[in-house]
């Protein structure tokens, strides 16, 4: 007889682990389901985020950043070190540290909270009566049932079409976060997150680092005038960033990669590297769902369609994170998996759009929220805006790092914050004030009004919020 569970989470990934926990926590019998392996074969759940994105990225981008001050600003605080160098495969194996870690901090939470794990791939089977049953691929194959269903199979990175992924020469994110040598080339297909913080990681190492981009504008989906100053930052540093190209043939061979384009000029140009990232996005992982087993509908991209409270057209069976619409992170779908577990015991799960932050860990950090001033501009809303750059910030000067600005955008009329935009030192960290702010509706005013540290990078968003009434007192 097979195992009955009141909710079965297919995915361990940020939105299926954590609405497993949650599920446990509010007294559900739980079982959790996951495919990923280590490199000994073992259980690796945390998707891809843990495995091979969001963590493994920032333990190499640490790493790098960690050397490129070493090398660059150390004698600024009158710090000699003599000539530097960056053992490759020490970097990567603490890399692999690091993810481990997370894997082990995931299994021991499912321990705590009496989720039951199953190591294997999940599928669907047939409606059973009261709920599903669901097929566990692993060692051994075995199909439990569950009462509710929830999703979360991640999404995996788009290929071009007609160049797959060999993670040798032409890699994925997966592959880029196994390079096991500084490349001397480094070419990347696609200049948004992944493309942008991979070649950062290289660049700072040595690499010569083209990325090339289908689309006129950097960063479209930035604020325009934060996109600008990164933009600057990463000219400064040696990021070649073409915009508006054309990518043709791309051969692989023994010396590496050969990327044919025409630029934005309409001149034909040949690339050699020694590998190519691609990075043009990421597609909803449902294939071997076995989706059509109980008429689960999917849309023209493979998505799992679900409704605003992540309910699919099945009863009993909700999706979350990757999968479904909406922005492909990790906090977004960690968000609707509480959400998820909080509707099937009844509450009213809560998770809002408008205030999910976006941040992009390269040197500097991008990190916005909300709204953009061009956005504000098509949709026609009477905004004011503020800036405040870090340049005149006095944390910012101690730190040795000054680049970049935080902006506010308000309301003409109420004053209520619209949008928050960063490019400046720990970006990421410095959006979550104005994601809580956004949360209980503040005005500008509120956030002027609070008393900030001194000295820290905070008081530049104080500032900010006071240049929208054009009143800062430091600049």
Request: net charge neutral; with cysteine; hydrophobic share 45%.
């Amino acid at each position: 007889m097979s195992q009955a569970f009141d909710v079965v989470v297919i995915g361990a990934g940020p939105g299926g682990y954590i609405a497993a926990i949650r599920a446990a926590q509010l007294g559900f019998k739980v079982a959790c389901i996951d495919e990923w392996k280590n490199a000994a074969g073992g259980p690796a759940p945390g998707g891809t985020c843990t495995n091979v994105g969001c963590i493994p990225s920032k333990a190499l981008l640490q790493s790098s950043e960690h050397f490129e001050h070493a090398n660059h600003h150390f004698a600024d605080h009158g710090i000699s070190t003599g000539k530097v160098t960056m053992d490759v495969a020490k970097m990567v194996g603490r890399k692999d540290t690091v993810v481990k870690q997370n894997n082990d901090g995931i299994l021991y939470l499912f321990k705590k909270n009496k989720v039951t794990f199953f190591h294997g791939r999940g599928s669907f089977v047939a409606a059973a009566e009261g709920g599903y049953q669901v097929k566990v691929a692993g060692a051994a194959e075995e199909v439990i049932t569950g009462k509710q269903v929830v999703i979360a199979t991640g999404s995996n990175a788009r290929a071009l079409p007609g160049v797959p992924f060999d993670e040798e020469n032409i890699l994925s994110n997966d592959g880029a976060l196994r390079i096991g040598a500084v490349p001397k080339k480094l070419a990347l297909i696609g200049s948004g997150v992944i493309g942008l913080e991979m070649g950062s990681v290289w660049r700072r190492l040595g690499a010569e680092v083209t990325i090339l981009e289908g689309l006129p504008t950097f960063l479209g989906a930035v604020d325009e005038q934060i996109a600008k100053e990164a933009k600057k930052a990463f000219d400064k540093q040696g990021l070649k960033i073409e915009l508006g190209v054309k990518v043709g043939e791309i051969k692989t061979g023994k010396k590496g990669v050969n990327v044919a384009y025409t630029n934005a000029k309409g001149e034909a140009v040949s690339l050699d590297a020694d590998k190519l990232i691609v990075s043009i996005g990421r597609v909803p992982n449902t294939i071997g769902l076995n989706a059509e087993a109980v008429g689960l509908q999917l849309d023209e991209r493979g998505a799992i369609v679900v409704d605003g409270d992540c309910k699919t057209n099945l009863p009993g069976v909700w999706a979350v994170g990757d999968v479904v619409r909406g922005p492909m992170l990790a906090h977004k779908a960690e968000e609707e998996g509480v959400a998820v577990a909080e509707r099937i015991a009844g509450q009213h799960g809560h998770v809002n759009f408008n205030t999910i932050p976006w941040v992009i860990y390269t040197s500097p950090e991008i990190a916005w929220v909300g709204r953009t001033e061009q956005q504000l501009k098509a949709d026609g809303v009477a905004y004011k805006a503020g800036t405040f750059p870090f340049l005149a910030n006095g944390r910012a000067r101690a730190l040795g790092d000054t680049t970049g600005m935080v902006k506010f955008l308000a309301d003409a009329k109420t004053d209520e914050i619209l949008g928050v935009h960063i490019v400046g030192p720990m970006a990421s960290e410095l959006i979550s004030e104005a994601v809580v702010a956004m949360e209980f509706k503040a005005s500008a005013e509120d956030i002027a009004r609070i008393c900030h540290a001194h000295p820290s990078l905070s008081e530049a968003t104080k500032e900010a919020a006071l240049a929208v009434d054009k009143r800062t007192l430091n600049f």
